[in-house]
């Protein structure tokens, strides 16, 4: 039984040997004279004109939030297009409500504006 685990066992020491060495070779080779250049912060090849850690528009959440439903929802559909057959009636008026839940939600987003950007 424990013989199925030796590949695995096998690559996991490998991966953690090479791990090891090239963290270990990068301290040993690797400079440490630092300067203005290496210890400047590097955003597009200018300096930054904000703080990196400004407040963010709620409307960016919200999209994204959206866009994470509705991609989980064609990640629903496709299996459940896969078995539709086999499923019958019942899997199709629960699918439907399934998707009459999220069109609603859609529309009232819609109809609240959180899908207009300025």
Known sequence: MLENYLHILIFVTVALFIGLIARLLG????????????DSPYECGFEAFESAR??????????????ILFDL?????FPWAVVLGDLGM?????MSVF??????????EWKKGALEWE
């Open 27 to 38: 301290s040993w080779v690797g400079s440490r004279r630092p300067d203005a250049h290496k």
């Open 73 to 77: 929802e064609i990640a629903f559909l």
């Open 54 to 67: 400004i407040k963010f528009d709620v409307r960016y959440y919200l999209v994204a939030i959206l866009f």
């Open 99 to 108: 998707l009459g839940i999220l069109v609603v939600g859609f529309i009232y």
């Open 90 to 94: 019942a899997g199709f008026l629960s």
